[in-house]
């Protein structure tokens, strides 16, 4: 309690941010797709995607479905 008074830092804003992630979860139960649901986080937050990636998620998937 006393490092409150000394320091500035605090974890609000990742509190925050965990909060809504909570609750986009809970809203978004139906999602059968988790490139999906990550998209709505990245949306809500107003976050650029990485297309690069989710492209190279999209073609794992694809080899061990086959």
Do not use: C, D, S, W
């Not at 008074?5 to 909060?19: H, S």
């Not at 992630?21 to 986080?41: D, P, Q, T």
């Not at 937050?45 to 998937?61: A, D, S, T, V």
């Amino acid at each position: 309690i006393q490092n409150t008074f000394y320091y500035p830092y605090n974890n609000g804003k990742i509190e925050g941010i965990n909060n809504k992630i909570k609750v986009l979860n809970r809203v978004a139960y139906g999602y059968g797709n988790f490139i999906h649901y990550k998209n709505r986080i990245i949306l809500h937050f107003n976050l650029k995607p990485i297309r690069n990636k989710i492209k190279m998620i999209e073609k794992e998937r694809e080899h061990t479905a086959a």
